[in-house]
């Protein structure tokens, strides 16, 4: 199916520091998303993303996550700064609406 | 409560059995996706089915909007399908936004 790809695979970061997560999606969507997964729990939404805007996001997304798609580029989750409980896998999906495709996820670890 | 209850939590099969992966939710629905999680981490989209049956190779999904469920049918399983099956809902505010149930793991033994 459709490739989503995700940089880095694995980013290990000490606590207050920035982080950017960096998602390749599918060429034609339009709509993008992330999603955290702590390790054993439930996959969870945070944000999506459309022309340019966050249309929806959930209690994790917190004041100091930001999204975004500078021309076309990368799809981007920044944090900043980071703290210990944001240690979990990050998805990144996209649509063209409908049917949302995955990427393989970033491993992040806040020491 | 939970908006999506995904049943049974995990599953043991021999090779060669039928499984049959239950998904219910309690919400209003616009679409239903199953997803199957490697043991690495990586989603793979199963199905996109919002309403009806669909059939991909040994998989079939069933979406009953009605009866607010969703099931996930694997025919002829073999160690390869081990790993855990995700049900996720889109609710009809349209956002996109998908809410996840907490899986199903299979473990299929040869």
């Known amino acids: 199916g459709p490739k989503v790809l995700q940089i880095p695979s694995h980013q290990i970061i000490d606590m207050g520091q920035m982080v950017t997560l960096n998602c390749d999606p599918v060429?034609?969507?339009?709509?993008f998303y992330w999603y955290k997964q702590i390790l054993g729990q439930q996959m969870e939404f945070l944000v999506n993303?459309?022309?340019?805007?966050?249309?929806?996001k959930s209690k994790l997304f917190k004041d100091q996550f930001s999204v975004e798609r500078p021309d076309g580029s990368y799809f981007t989750l920044k944090i900043q700064p980071t703290a210990l409980e944001d240690s979990a896998v990050y998805f990144c999906?996209?649509?063209?609406?409908?049917?949302?495709?995955f990427g393989p996820g970033t491993r992040l670890t806040v020491l | 409560g939970q908006q999506v209850q995904q049943s049974p939590a995990s599953l043991v099969l021999q090779e060669g059995e039928n499984a049959e992966l239950q998904c219910n939710f309690s919400?209003?629905?616009?679409?239903m996706q199953w997803f199957y999680q490697r043991p690495g981490g990586s989603l793979v989209s199963l199905f996109y089915?919002?309403?009806g049956t669909k059939h991909s190779g040994r998989l079939t999904s069933t979406t009953v909007i009605k009866e607010r469920r969703s099931s996930l049918h694997i025919s002829s399983s073999q160690t390869t399908d081990s790993g855990t099956y995700l049900c996720?809902?889109?609710?009809?505010?349209?956002?996109?936004?998908?809410?996840f149930g907490d899986g199903t793991v299979l473990t299929v033994k040869p």
């Open positions: 999906a996209s649509s063209s609406p409908a049917e949302q495709f």
């Open positions: 060429s034609n969507h339009l709509y």
């Open positions: 993303f459309y022309n340019g805007k966050v249309m929806e």
């Open positions: 919400t209003s629905l616009n679409s």
């Open positions: 089915n919002p309403s």
């Open positions: 996720a809902l889109e609710r009809d505010t349209n956002t996109g936004k998908l809410t």
